[in-house]
């Protein structure tokens, strides 16, 4: 057996759980005395990119970790590259909590939706919460809506997820939905991508400067509403995206080298980042860039003041 293929053997629950009873409750979350981080992010990569090494660094000062994905991630391929995605994001937290790759899967409902669960055996601080909404692009590429985004700028739009609860949003109750996580999981910290980006989402572009992926920036917009409308003592803190690329790499050695090996556990179950039979041992493209920086900034894209530069 290859690394690769012992790395994506490792074993995890089935990630299609069957549906809550009829009147069944959110259970409550696990007492979380450090702190609880809730992070917002698009795509099942998102946070490995862009907000580590400081997902890492909580779990490791022993704060509940809750991280709430957006979208599938699918790109219009369905059910089984988003299985693949989870796969990874799931064996990459693992990792960061330094604990068997085992979770309890199940459904959440809070805000009168219900979502996908994942919760770590070893650690059961920390969970991810899939929304599954579908995730190709709505047009020839780059310049393109996306699901999320059309919801985000275009009235009367809708979208439902995909299984196993199929949920319909639109985008006040997509808000109002984050709002609600918001007060069940009453965090300390929220984490979001960068809502500041003022270029039209049909006129964004891969290479230009300062440009940044349409579901990345219709994510942070539509969690920073949910803020605005649930107020708290939570530290709010967002972070760059793919213009992160364009400023000088910031990580220490140590930091680079294990954000790069937690990023390489998901992409072992990423086809799109390691195709079957193909060696599978170093980021490349963007990612190259990605891993070895990250940039905090405040919620409305503003450089963080030096009070909140002494809470990270």
């Not at 760059?240 to 990580?251: I, V």
């Not at 220490?252 to 090996?261: C, G, Q, S």
Request: glycine share 6%.
């Amino acid at each position: 057996m290859t690394a690769q293929a012992a790395l994506a053997a490792v074993s995890i629950a089935t990630l299609l759980p069957s549906p809550p009873p009829a009147g069944q409750h959110a259970a409550p979350l696990p007492a979380c005395w450090r702190g609880t981080v809730l992070t917002f992010v698009a795509h099942t990569d998102d946070d490995l990119l862009f907000m580590n090494p400081d997902q890492y660094n909580a779990i490791r000062q022993g704060q509940c970790m809750r991280v709430v994905y957006l979208t599938a991630g699918d790109r219009g391929e369905g059910q089984p590259y988003l299985q693949a995605r989870e796969r990874g994001i799931m064996a990459a937290y693992a990792r960061m909590a330094r604990v068997a790759n085992r979770w309890r899967n199940d459904g959440w409902s809070v805000g009168g939706h219900t979502i996908v669960r994942h919760t770590l055996l070893a650690a059961p601080r920390v969970q991810l919460l899939m929304l599954r909404i579908p995730d190709p692009w709505l047009g020839p590429g780059w310049g393109s809506l996306t699901p999320l985004s059309r919801l985000e700028s275009v009235s009367r739009t809708n979208v439902q997820s995909y299984a196993p609860y199929r949920e319909t949003y639109t985008r006040s109750s997509l808000v109002a939905w984050l709002s609600s996580v918001i007060q069940a999981v009453q965090p300390s910290t929220i984490r979001l991508m960068d809502a500041s980006i003022a270029t039209a989402y049909t006129q964004l572009c891969w290479h230009c400067p300062g440009h940044d992926h349409p579901d990345h920036i219709a994510g942070a917009k539509l969690v920073r509403e949910a803020m605005r409308q649930t107020p708290g003592p939570y530290l709010a803190q967002a972070y760059l995206g793919y213009p992160s690329q364009e400023r000088p790499a910031n990580l220490t050695a140590i930091e680079r080298a294990f954000k790069t090996a937690t990023f390489l556990r998901y992409m072992v179950d990423d086809p799109h980042y390691c195709p079957p039979q193909t060696p599978c041992s170093r980021p490349k493209g963007p990612e190259t860039a990605w891993v070895w920086r990250q940039y905090r900034i405040g919620p409305d894209g503003q450089p963080l003041t030096p009070v909140q530069q002494a809470r990270q």
